[in-house]
């Protein structure tokens, strides 16, 4: 089982927080990882929970897709076939 506690792409690191790791990938793009870390009261705690950020990704996308014909937002792609190459090349 792999779990994701922190991220370290080859990109400006912009934002780490509680649950999500964001990379600037150019000017005008930003790649946002959610991580497995837990948090509580604001406090990220030393547990993680598999594939949690798996399925944080999954419910995001369903509500950005669910909503797109009522408000635009930031979603781009979550399939890896439509990636840039910078990210493609990145091994695990």
């Known amino acids: 089982?792999?779990?994701?506690?922190?991220?370290?792409l080859p990109f400006k690191?912009?934002?780490?927080?509680?649950?999500?790791?964001?990379?600037?990938?150019?000017?005008?793009?930003?790649?946002?990882?959610a991580?497995?870390?837990?948090?509580?009261?604001d406090v990220v705690l030393p547990?993680?929970?598999?594939?949690?950020?798996q399925v944080l990704t999954g419910l995001s996308v369903f509500w950005f897709k669910k909503m797109e014909a009522i408000i635009a937002n930031h979603l781009i792609t979550?399939?890896?076939e439509n990636f840039p190459v910078e990210l493609k090349n990145i091994k695990n």
């Not at 089982?1 to 370290?8: D, I």
């Not at 547990?47 to 950020?53: A, E, F, M, Q, V």
């Open 13 to 33: 690191l912009k934002s780490r927080g509680k649950v999500r790791d964001i990379y600037e990938l150019d000017n005008d793009k930003l790649v946002m990882i």
């Open 1 to 8: 089982m792999n779990v994701v506690s922190e991220t370290n």
């Open 78 to 80: 979550v399939d890896f």
């Open 47 to 53: 547990s993680l929970i598999p594939y949690k950020g």
């Open 35 to 41: 991580t497995d870390r837990i948090s509580a009261f």
